[in-house]
T-cell receptor, first 115, second 113 residues
Framework: GDSVTQMEGPVTLSEEAFLTINCTYTATGYPSLFWYVQYPGEGLQLLLKATKADDKGSNKGFEATYRKETTSFHLEKGSVQVSDSAVYFC??????????????FGPGTSLSVIP | EPEVTQTPSHQVTQMGQEVILRCVPISNHLYFYWYRQILGQKVEFLVS????????KSEIFDDQFSVERPDGSNFTLKIRSTKLEDSAMYFCASGLRSYNEQFFGPGTRLTVL
């Protein structure tokens, strides 16, 4: 079945460091890909999305490129801040006229940014 | 900016009791969902709802669970007889179109004692 795999956390970085969180997926058809973020004590917020191969989603300095050849959607940010400390979830929705459109989440990667 | 809201933020109940979790989706959205996240685990799909009926449900969503859209704004999840293992964060989500991004509420933390 469809699935999403993320790098294991927790990840601890110093402020202004470069961030990469790896994400790979398994899905039939042409899924849409998402990154959601969950700040401490809060719900899930959509961070960025990409709906087709080679699309780049970006928001708040974060970027991710939909790579169909490697089935990946890695999240990157050039310079992290303490306020980026959160849990990041890679996710997909299967594309096409299938019977369901549930979001399939990866396990989440916890990021802590220290001053 | 419109957002999905959920009440209560935290619900504590005794095993065997019924609970109703409430959600107000974004007003022009047509697709509604419930997910849950057991502490430290993945966010899991429970059920999707469109046009006043369930369009899909997971194996978690057994006969103890039901959903309803009692009026034009609310979307509820009922657990008829709670079990200890129902303790989790429950997220409501809504979407304007299928196969597109879903917007999540802040969640209801359910604790079953």
């Amino acid at each position: 079945g469809d699935s999403v795999t993320q790098m294991e956390g927790p990840v601890t970085l110093s402020e202004e460091a470069f961030l990469t969180i790896n994400c790979t997926y398994t899905a039939t058809g042409y899924p849409s890909l998402f990154w959601y973020v969950q700040y401490p004590g809060e719900g899930l917020q959509l961070l960025l999305k990409a709906t087709k191969a080679d699309d780049k989603g970006s928001n708040k300095g974060f970027e991710a490129t939909y790579r169909k050849e490697t089935t990946s959607f890695h999240l990157e940010k050039g310079s992290v801040q303490v306020s980026d400390s959160a849990v990041y979830f890679c996710a997909l929705i299967r594309g096409g006229k299938t019977s369901y459109d549930k979001v399939i989440f990866g396990p989440g990667t916890s990021l802590s940014v220290i001053p | 900016e419109p957002e999905v809201t959920q009440t209560p933020s935290h619900q504590v109940t005794q095993m065997g009791q019924e609970v109703i979790l409430r959600c107000v989706p974004i007003s022009n959205h047509l697709y509604f969902y419930w997910y849950r996240q057991i502490l430290g685990q993945k966010v899991e799909f429970l059920v999707s709802f469109y046009n006043n009926e369930i369009s899909e449900k997971s194996e978690i969503f057994d006969d103890q669970f039901s959903v309803e859209r009692p009026d034009g704004s609310n979307f509820t999840l009922k657990i008829r007889s709670t079990k200890l293992e129902d303790s989790a964060m429950y997220f409501c989500a809504s979407g304007l179109r299928s196969y597109n991004e879903q917007f999540f509420g802040p969640g209801t933390r359910l604790t079953v004692l």
